[in-house]
């Protein structure tokens, strides 16, 4: 769904806010601490509920007040079809309503508006561990498979389950029982992550075809086991040692993707430029292949775009983007660097000390 409109109340350094909302791109300026990036982090928390700057929540309230604010009216204009969203969020206590009714899960909320995020920050896809990675998967199959969420589910439990039996150094029947379940759980998330690295590595062909230039990028899917043998087996093997470390060494929590170029690994074959570049393909990859399940574009939310990349990559990157159909939210201090002439239906939202200067 698109983002319609946005109310914000004492988020961060934000006064209320109310927002009319291109569907298109929507351009946030200012000068530094005008809040531009307390926006985007607004929108994120909408579409994620939770930041992508801070734990802590004290952070995200305005000084001085007990809780923010957040409500949205989400829908897609060709239909006319529209969902109100309201987040409240105070150091203890998390509102969150969908239609005037109370959220049943995170879940419910997270399906409403799907975001992603390029920001200075978007690196850590690359050269940080796994986690990044398995999030990036996950978002993707969250969103477009129905049968991801409950196989996740039951994937966690069994884990907790097994971990909290080696941590009671519970006898080997008992780990027995949870090894056989975990392995039978792993199985059906295992398939969707690597059916979705396929899906993702051809879109993403395309995609650096576009940013980059010809090179052939390939995903490398790792299961978290080594892949010559089964998982049940390896969590035989490895039941001892686990039990002196307190917790499980091999499953689908450990899952990863590496991109080769070349046959060799993006990192060691991209300059530093040339891999946010990268990333910018990645994450629009993403976005693609989101359109194509669903039949729906996702909501993009860049920070300062002009900064990541010279003039000419930069140019290709605004084409792409304007061939997306994606909702865009995009801060820059030098708007002039961004060619509006892409977007006839831009919206220019410009803040001053935490508060609206002008909406244009």
Not at 2 to 17: A, K, T, V, W
Not at 292 to 300: E, F, K, P, V, Y
């Amino acid at each position: 769904m698109l983002i319609l409109s946005l109310e914000i109340d004492n988020f961060r350094n934000l006064q209320r806010l109310v927002l009319p909302c291109s569907p298109g791109l929507n351009l946030i300026t200012g000068p530094n601490a005008s809040g531009k990036t307390s926006l985007l982090e607004a929108l994120y928390f909408l579409g994620r509920a939770r930041s992508f700057r801070t734990r802590q929540v004290r952070e995200l309230i305005r000084h001085g007040e007990a809780a923010f604010r957040l409500v949205a009216a989400l829908g897609e204009m060709s239909d006319g079809r529209r969902v109100m969203v309201g987040i409240q969020r105070g150091v203890q206590d998390l509102t969150i309503r969908i239609d005037g009714e109370p959220a049943g899960s995170l879940a419910q909320l997270v399906r409403q508006a799907p975001v992603l995020l390029l920001s200075a920050n978007s690196h850590r896809l690359l050269e940080e561990g796994p986690r990044q990675r398995r999030r990036f998967m996950d978002w993707g199959l969250f969103h477009t498979e129905a049968a991801f969420w409950p196989a996740w589910k039951r994937y966690a439990a069994a884990l907790r389950n097994r971990n909290a039996a080696l941590r009671a150094h519970s006898p080997d029947r008992v780990l027995a029982a949870w090894d056989g379940e975990l392995a039978a759980a792993a199985q059906p998330l295992n398939q969707l992550r690597e059916a979705f690295c396929k899906a993702l590595e051809g879109v993403l062909s395309g995609l650096i075809g576009e940013t980059l230039g010809e090179l052939a990028p390939r995903l490398d899917y790792r299961p978290g086991w080594p892949q010559e043998g089964e998982l049940l087996a390896s969590l035989r093997q490895r039941r001892d040692q686990d039990r002196r470390l307190g917790h499980t060494q091999l499953g689908p929590h450990r899952a990863d993707f590496l991109i080769r170029l070349a046959g060799r690994p993006a990192t060691e074959t991209l300059s530093r430029g040339q891999q946010k570049l990268l990333i910018v393909a990645l994450i629009l990859a993403q976005a693609r292949l989101y359109r194509a399940r669903q039949g729906s574009a996702c909501i993009l939310l860049i920070d300062d775009l002009p900064a990541e990349l010279d003039r000419a990559h930069r140019d290709r990157v605004l084409r792409c983007l304007a061939g997306s159909a994606m909702q865009l939210f995009v801060t820059a201090i030098e708007p002039e660097a961004l060619d509006l002439a892409l977007w006839p239906d831009a919206r220019i939202i410009a803040l001053d000390r935490g508060a609206i200067g002008e909406i244009g």
